[in-house]
């Protein structure tokens, strides 16, 4: 049962251009969202986050989009820059559950130059 | 000055071998945590203390148990190892905050 769904396994997007990932959630009591990116044989770093008193977190080039009724969130990236590409997890939380993240599968960003 | 590190990196080891993977973070953080990520890649959390008490424990076999010395440790133990062991494990910490910050992974594979 995942609750926490990334639908694009991989996203190829032009240096400069935008880059969206998308995220969707099934449980309505995540109240906090994240977004990690990982390198190949290297742990997922924190990105940005967002609480779900909010539908806007901005930090530099990335920016997350927070829609409650459509349970989704996304992540937007301007202008891409080929060091971007990774793997990028989306992670929600429910506040007070001991911080427990659940993971979306990830998406893969191809940057290219 | 690595902020969560795990030794080994990579553990190549033989079906009903035991086994033990570490964890040390240098942040301050009262919380740690055991996560693996599976062949479909989905990060799943397994374990977390804080301060030196379990406070997760999700549906893992009793294989696995987790061992917290001090809060800037947790290790995690693993016997009789299986083939559906092998896995990627991560360790991760975090403060009083939602954001957790990983350690490099540990790559395990069982022959």
């Known amino acids: 049962d995942q609750q926490v769904k990334q639908n694009s396994p991989s996203l190829s997007v032009q240096e400069g251009r935008i880059s969206i990932l998308n995220c969707d959630y099934t449980?309505?009591?995540?109240?906090?969202f994240l977004w990690y990116k990982k390198y190949p044989a290297e742990g997922p770093t924190f990105l940005i986050s967002?609480?779900?008193?909010?539908d806007k977190n901005e930090d530099g080039r990335f920016t997350v989009f927070l829609n409650k009724s459509a349970k989704h969130l996304s992540l937007h990236i301007v202008p891409s820059q080929p060091g971007d590409s990774a793997v990028y997890f989306c992670?929600?939380?429910?506040?007070?559950?001991?911080?427990?993240?659940?993971f979306g599968s990830g998406t893969q960003l191809t940057v290219l130059p | 000055d690595t902020a969560v590190s795990q030794t080994p990196k990579y553990l190549v080891t033989q079906m009903g071998n035991d086994k033990s993977i570490k964890c040390e973070q240098n942040?301050?953080?009262?919380?740690m945590y055991w996560y693996k990520q599976d062949s479909k890649k989905f990060l799943k959390i397994m374990f977390s203390?804080?301060?030196?008490?379990?406070?997760i424990n999700e549906t893992v076999p009793n294989r696995f148990s987790p061992k917290s010395p001090d809060k800037a440790h947790l290790n995690l133990h693993i016997n009789s190892l299986e083939l559906g062991d092998s896995a990627v494990y991560f360790c991760?910490?975090?403060?009083?905050?939602?954001?957790?910050?990983f350690g490099p992974g540990t790559r395990l594979t069982v022959l």
């Open positions: 449980n309505s009591m995540f109240d906090y």
């Open positions: 991760a910490s975090s403060q009083s905050s939602n954001e957790q910050f």
């Open positions: 967002i609480s779900s008193i909010k």
């Open positions: 203390y804080n301060n030196k008490e379990l406070i």
């Open positions: 942040l301050g953080h009262d919380t």
């Open positions: 992670a929600a939380s429910v506040t007070g559950s001991a911080r427990q993240l659940t």
